[in-house]
Nanobody, 122 residues
Framework: QVKLIESGGGLVQAGASLRLSCVGSAPSSAMGWFRQGPGKEREFVAS????????NYADSVKGRFTIARDNAKNAAYLQMNSLKIEDTGVYYC??????????????????WGQGTQVTVSS
């Protein structure tokens, strides 16, 4: 099974930016980012197809977050700009070995990283 390791989380003020990274032990096809805020269920944030041509975003992050990938490094990234307090949570990277599309559902993914904490303060 592919192992995913996230990094780049931290504590920032509202309006700031962060870039999350997710590196896999082997190549993935579909990759995505999810998050879980305090007292909330995990929710979809963004996903990207194997070739980067298709990207999906949650409505709450459209225009602020950008997902990208570098297949040569088995990596996916989440650039987060104009961060809001409600973006606080643990951010998880997810992957699928063979599915080519940009997937939105948790159940679509085969493996997950351990998560990285993002805290946005006022």
């Amino acid at each position: 099974q592919v192992k995913l390791i996230e990094s780049g989380g931290g504590l920032v003020q509202a309006g700031a930016s962060l870039r999350l990274s997710c590196v896999g032990s082997a190549p993935s096809s579909a990759m995505g980012w999810f998050r879980q805020g305090p007292g909330k269920e995990r929710e979809f944030v963004a996903s990207i197809s194997w070739d980067g041509a298709r990207r999906n975003y949650a409505d709450s992050v459209k225009g602020r977050f950008t997902i990208a990938r570098d297949n040569a490094k088995n990596a996916a990234y989440l650039q987060m700009n104009s961060l809001k307090i409600e973006d606080t949570g643990v951010y998880y990277c997810a992957g699928h070995l063979s599915h080519l599309s940009a997937l939105r559902r948790e159940s679509d993914y085969e493996y997950w990283g351990q998560g990285t904490q993002v805290t946005v303060s006022s």
